[in-house]
């Protein structure tokens, strides 16, 4: 197939293969898990890979005693956030490499196994090859054998993404784009030019994994069943990619099941994932969307909440509009240019401040949002340093806050991230669930700068243009 086709979902889902009937094969997932007694570690290059799980941990840190701590809880499952898509090569490759030598001291201390998963972005942005290079070397040395392979899935069913004839498609309505198609595609640090991840691999990878050296799992072979995933994998060896054909979540614990089977027989393994397949290969069961008393913090309903919009994808700004059109929060624009020229940075942040807090205290919801104009250099370096300069002035609003927000809705990956750690101070926090499909609520933990207020992970590139209006609405219970 043309990577440069448009499908159509339901067509394509029709007239697919049935998937695999087992049920309850995410509860025998999560069994195997529990008996083996292993920690799934996923490293987060942004905030909002927690958009399918709950009632897990996250951290912001990766010392020693937090990572012991996590080792000893029950759940299979714990989360790093490490932020590296905001973040240059070398710093990424460096976080890597610190967790991975931190994660085996304490599981060598402890007795205790685990395995990684580096979840990154469902349209293809972030750093591969390079996270998986630095994790797979670090695991090499412990082990003294490179993984066998490493799966590349970048399915989010949450978020209209799948793939299908090894192209990765993101669905709008209905109608499936090749990633490569889309704006994501043309991101300044992290674009690329293919839809098929066998050529995608080749052209991340520089030539090094010519595209007939990955291997590919079909949707057919995913559903014949687990027992012929499981021959496939186990003739996997020498770190091959293995790109994942998957359209729901079926199809992932199909694969689950088959890894867990493979890992038992002796294969190792390392994943790139979006979010979707955590959920499977943790055994995390389904919950429904979180309501409004849940989404406020305890003792501040007379305060207003706020929302933190850094992102410049266009459905961020789409969003931005509805919210601003059809609610009564108040508007509070940060001006790039200001932010980015040193002589006006202070006087710009100054306004903002004293606008949010007088606002917050009379219960207003505000939304402080940087200008649209999107302002872009020559050089990938340049470009992070403006998102950074970006993000660190609305972090600094929320450090200088003087009233506890009800709420607060973090838009876009980067910003996310800097108001969770950087803004609040959080080290640890707990994934209630989601607010609506791939909108995932921390609770912010007793170390933070708010302790217990619900802290919403809003992701640039996700919802319909009136999600964010509707998260909002749902909040006040007008939804």
């Known amino acids: ?16 293969p049935a998937a695999w009937p087992e049920a309850n094969l995410r509860m025998t997932i999560r069994q195997l898990n529990e008996a083996r007694q292993r920690k799934i570690i996923v490293l987060d290059d942004d905030p909002t890979g927690v958009q399918t799980v709950h009632d897990i941990d996250v951290l912001t840190s990766w010392d020693k005693e937090l990572l012991s701590e996590a080792f000893d809880k029950p759940e299979t499952v714990f989360y790093i956030l490490t932020n590296t898509r905001g973040l240059d090569a070398p710093t990424a490759a460096r976080i890597n490499r610190e967790i991975a030598r931190n994660v085996s001291a304490v599981a060598t201390a402890k007795g205790k196994e685990f395995v990684f998963v580096s979840r990154s972005d469902s349209t293809l942005r972030g750093y591969y090859p390079l996270e998986i290079d630095v994790l797979s070397a670090e695991l090499a040395s412990l082990h003294g054998r490179q993984p066998d392979g490493h799966l590349i899935i970048p399915a989010f069913f949450e978020a209209g993404r799948v793939t299908y004839g090894n192209v990765h498609y993101i669905v709008d309505q209905d109608e499936m784009v ?16 293919h839809g098929d991840l066998t050529e995608w691999v080749a052209e991340k990878t520089e030539g090094r994994t010519p595209p007939g050296d990955c291997i590919v799992l079909t949707l057919d072979q995913i559903r014949r069943g687990p027992e012929t995933v499981k021959d496939i994998l186990l003739a996997v060896e020498g770190n091959r990619p293995i790109i994942v054909n998957a359209l729901s979540y079926p199809d992932l614990d199909v694969l689950a099941y088959a890894l867990l089977q493979a890992e038992e027989a002796g294969k190792r393994f390392i994943f790139r994932t979006a979010a979707s397949f955590v959920k499977a290969y943790g055994g995390i069961g389904d919950r429904p969307y979180l309501l409004k008393d849940m989404l406020i913090a305890q003792g501040q309903e007379a305060h207003g ?7 410049y994808v266009q459905k961020t700004t789409d969003q931005l509009r509805q919210l601003l059109e059809h609610s009564s929060v108040v508007p509070v624009e940060i001006n790039v240019e200001n932010i980015l020229n040193p002589d006006e940075q202070e006087a710009e942040l100054k306004r903002a401040i004293a606008t949010v807090n007088e606002q917050l205290a009379q219960g207003s919801n505000v939304v402080v949002y ?3 104009k999107l302002i872009a250099r020559s050089s990938k370096q340049a470009n992070l340093d403006i998102s950074q300069t970006v993000s660190g002035a609305l972090v600094q609003i929320v450090q200088s806050l003087q009233v506890t927000p009800k709420f607060i809705i973090a838009k876009g990956g980067i910003t996310s991230s800097d108001v969770a750690t950087k803004g609040l101070g959080i080290r640890k926090a707990k994934i209630l669930g989601q607010v609506f499909a791939g909108i995932p609520v921390w609770m912010t933990g007793e170390e933070a700068k708010f302790a217990g207020i619900p802290y919403i992970v809003f992701p640039g590139n996700v919802g319909t243009e009136r999600t964010l209006l509707e998260t909002v609405q749902k909040i006040e219970g007008l939804a």
């Open 1 to 16: 197939m043309n990577d440069s086709d448009k499908l159509n979902f339901s067509s394509v889902a029709a007239g697919a």
């Open 178 to 193: 090749p990633a490569h198609q889309t704006e994501f595609a043309k991101d300044r640090v992290f674009g690329f030019s």
């Open 305 to 311: 909440g706020l929302v933190v919009v850094g992102s």
């Open 370 to 372: 940087s200008s649209r």
